[in-house]
Nanobody, 128 residues
Framework: QVQLVESGGGLVQAGGSLRLSCAAS????????MGWFRQASGNEREFVAA????????SYADSVKGRFTMSRDNVKNTVYLQMNSLKPEDTTVYYCAANFAGFGDPRPDRRPNEYDYWGQGTQVTVSS
């Protein structure tokens, strides 16, 4: 059974930092590209960041570029999202997701429909 478990969310003041983690189990982690998405209530799921299976490529939404950094540890089966200079508009639920890449190493995918597995989400709240 595949599980993606996010952690690290919480309440932070504007300008502060948080580090989200997503621990994966039940899948061959190194064969999956990984992504972070966020979704406010009533809104569509929004792409935040993605990383290729080898960590050779990353992709970021324009709204977070320069502030967020995604990384992965294929030994620990974990991906991270370092979030700096947080803004109130970053407030929402953050989800990690896994996209099967097989033996290739495709570029990170920004499309939520291309992801096979999703975590339950972690709430990030940035106060002004």
């Amino acid at each position: 059974q595949v599980q993606l478990v996010e952690s690290g969310g919480g309440l932070v003041q504007a300008g502060g930092s948080l580090r989200l983690s997503c621990a994966a189990s039940g899948l061959m982690f190194s064969m999956y590209g990984m992504g972070w998405f966020r979704q406010a209530s009533g809104n569509e799921r929004e792409f935040v960041a993605a990383i290729s299976r080898s960590s050779g490529s990353t992709s970021y939404a324009d709204s977070v570029k320069g502030r967020f950094t995604m990384s992965r540890d294929n030994v620990k089966n974990t991906v991270y999202l370092q979030m700096n200079s947080l803004k109130p508009e970053d407030t929402t639920v953050y989800y990690c997701a896994a996209n099967f890449a097989g033996f290739g190493d495709p570029r990170p995918d920004r499309r939520p429909n291309e992801y096979d597995y999703w975590g339950q989400g972690t709430q990030v709240t940035v106060s002004s």
